[in-house]
């Protein structure tokens, strides 16, 4: 039986990857390093660590460069934006709420920092809906590998295999899945090409959260619900 729901946050909650791109861009460029155009951004950066897809980068290109201080510059420019220029997904939200005030188990798992996480959580007011929280300070390897998304179980205190995800980067579809999750993905991008043969939503809505309660048998939630 399914116990417990994993969230993204980049994406799914809030709307930051085009400040995540710009912020990062604006680092390499000053640093006098390539920069990733728009093309570049899903394959290498989209919905993992910045710590992962800067090597995988720099692999590419042939750059051997400190990764630290490039990473520190690039949240300091993130935050500076966050209040400004990030926003809420408003459906991704509510379902985090819907599920939360049922008393579904939740953990947000995501691929940025945890100063990141925090900026959220507090802004948005999303602190007493998660229980647990794995940044990527929390691990060794990002997705598209499992390692975020088994800790994330494991501190709710679960199976990956009880959870269902909901994720809206390829990366993490297949983080979810190499855990052995079930996986709901939201398409944000409007190109459901990428995601491997899973049929998205376009959506986080009613029938979403339908569809989670019944997979959680969550049979006295959803009475209260239609009530």
């Excluded at 399914?2 to 946050?9: E, K, T």
């Excluded at 919905?47 to 460069?65: I, S």
Aim: contains cysteine; charged residues 25%; glycine residues 8%.
């Amino acid at each position: 039986m399914l116990r417990a729901v994993m969230f993204d946050m980049d994406g799914v909650l809030i709307d930051s990857e085009p400040v995540h791109k710009a912020a990062l861009q604006a680092v390499l460029a000053a640093y006098g390093l390539p920069s990733p155009c728009d093309d570049d951004w899903e394959p290498y950066f989209l919905g993992r660590p910045d710590r992962d897809g800067l090597l995988d980068w720099f692999a590419q290109h042939g750059v051997v460069h400190d990764l630290q201080p490039i990473m520190d510059d690039k949240q300091i420019h993130f935050a500076e934006r966050f209040d400004a220029l990030v926003s809420p997904y408003a459906d991704g939200q509510w379902l985090a709420r819907a599920l939360a005030e049922r008393g579904v188990p939740l953990a947000l798992v995501s691929g940025a920092r945890r100063s990141e996480i925090e900026l959220t959580l507090e802004r948005f007011d999303l602190r007493g809906v998660f229980r647990v929280s794995i940044s990527a300070d929390d691990v060794s390897v990002g997705k598209p590998h499992p390692e975020p998304y088994l800790r994330g179980a494991a501190a709710l205190g679960v199976p990956a295999s009880a959870t269902v995800v909901v994720e809206d980067a390829p990366a993490g579809m297949r983080a979810a899945q190499a855990a052995g999750a079930q996986v709901v993905v939201v398409d944000r991008l409007g190109q459901p090409q990428l995601y491997d043969g899973l049929t998205p939503v376009s959506a986080l809505d009613e029938r979403v959260l339908d569809w989670v309660l019944s997979a959680l048998d969550m049979a006295q939630a959803r009475g209260e619900r239609c009530r």
